[in-house]
């Protein structure tokens, strides 16, 4: 039987490789902000258009998603963004903006679909969070509480869900969405893809709980290339 999989955010990036990898033996429910961000449809895949930036979208999709199936297996927290700036010079607006679709959104669907999870035999839910939460990026800041604010959740979710579903985190340094150059240093969106679908494929009761990912060559340290200059 093929798995109900949900991912947020699957239209590009992270997502989109991961609906590619995990097609074939799944049924998908793939989320963005609009329908028309999908470009290249998957046949056996539910698409939908929905703003998290707006929470009460959150909602709105939840109701559209139960008109489609009653029961999901896998949840794939992934949508997010990412907004550089240093924080004194951050806007408000963009202060809300990354908290509520990196964070609030990702707690509020989760809380929403606990119900339809508990219906499946292997629940699984996995939420993208990024090794900003771990380190200290200049002009990453409110990204970086985002993520470390996601990392801390599941943690706590794993341990209230335990023996029911089980709960993995994804932390990974950059990821080219953005288009480098093939060959640059820099982890491409397959090679976290194929990590979650190692994480799945575990047979309970082994769980992955949380995954640090690199390229081997990759830029580390607090001042990066991309941070703002110093106020
Ligand atoms: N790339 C990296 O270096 C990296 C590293 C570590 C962690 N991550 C995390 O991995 C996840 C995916 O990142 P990515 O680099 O693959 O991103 P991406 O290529 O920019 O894709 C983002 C996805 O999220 C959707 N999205 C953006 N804003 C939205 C909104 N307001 N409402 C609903 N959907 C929205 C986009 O849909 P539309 O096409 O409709 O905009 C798209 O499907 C994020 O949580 C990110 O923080 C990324």
């Given at each position: 039987?093929?798995?109900?999989?949900?991912?947020?955010?699957?239209?590009?990036?992270?997502?989109?490789?991961?609906?590619?990898?995990?097609?074939?033996?799944?049924?998908?429910?793939?989320?963005?902000?609009?329908?028309?961000?999908?470009?290249?449809?998957?046949?056996?895949?539910?698409?939908?258009?929905?703003?998290?930036?707006?929470?009460?979208?959150?909602?709105?999709?939840?109701?559209?998603?139960?008109?489609?199936?009653?029961?999901?297996?896998?949840l794939i927290n992934n949508?997010g963004?990412?907004?550089?700036?240093?924080?004194?010079?951050?806007?408000?607006?963009?202060?809300?903006?990354?908290?509520?679709?990196?964070?609030?959104?990702h707690l509020?669907?989760t809380?929403?679909?606990?119900?339809?999870?508990?219906?499946?035999?292997?629940?699984?839910i996995i939420f993208m969070s990024s090794?900003?939460?771990?380190?200290?990026?200049?002009?990453?800041?409110?990204?970086?509480?985002?993520k470390?604010?996601i990392m801390?959740f599941a943690h706590?979710l794993r341990?209230?869900?335990?023996?029911?579903?089980?709960v993995s985190t994804v932390h990974?340094?950059?990821?080219?969405?953005?288009?480098?150059?093939?060959?640059?240093?820099?982890?491409?969106?397959?090679?976290?893809?194929?990590?979650?679908?190692?994480?799945?494929?575990?047979?309970?009761?082994?769980?992955?709980?949380s995954?640090?990912?690199?390229?081997?060559?990759?830029?580390?340290?607090?001042?990066?290339?991309?941070?703002?200059?110093?106020?």
């Amino acid at each position: 039987m093929k798995r109900k999989i949900l991912i947020t955010g699957a239209s590009k990036g992270i997502g989109n490789a991961e609906a590619q990898r995990l097609s074939p033996n799944s049924e998908l429910f793939l989320h963005a902000s609009e329908q028309s961000s999908f470009e290249n449809k998957i046949s056996n895949a539910y698409y939908f258009g929905y703003d998290f930036s707006k929470i009460e979208n959150v909602d709105a999709f939840v109701n559209e998603l139960k008109e489609k199936t009653d029961k999901i297996d896998v949840l794939i927290n992934n949508v997010g963004i990412m907004i550089l700036e240093s924080f004194a010079n951050f806007k408000d607006e963009d202060i809300n903006t990354l908290i509520t679709l990196n964070l609030h959104s990702h707690l509020l669907l989760t809380k929403k679909l606990i119900p339809m999870l508990l219906k499946s035999k292997n629940p699984h839910i996995i939420f993208m969070s990024s090794m900003s939460a771990k380190n200290q990026i200049e002009g990453e800041s409110v990204y970086a509480a985002t993520k470390a604010g996601i990392m801390q959740f599941a943690h706590v979710l794993r341990n209230e869900l335990a023996g029911k579903i089980r709960v993995s985190t994804v932390h990974s340094w950059g990821v080219n969405t953005w288009g480098d150059p093939e060959g640059s240093p820099i982890l491409v969106p397959e090679n976290v893809a194929e990590v979650i679908e190692f994480i799945l494929d575990r047979e309970r009761p082994f769980v992955i709980e949380s995954v640090d990912l690199s390229h081997e060559l990759q830029w580390k340290g607090t001042h990066a290339p991309w941070s703002p200059d110093k106020i």
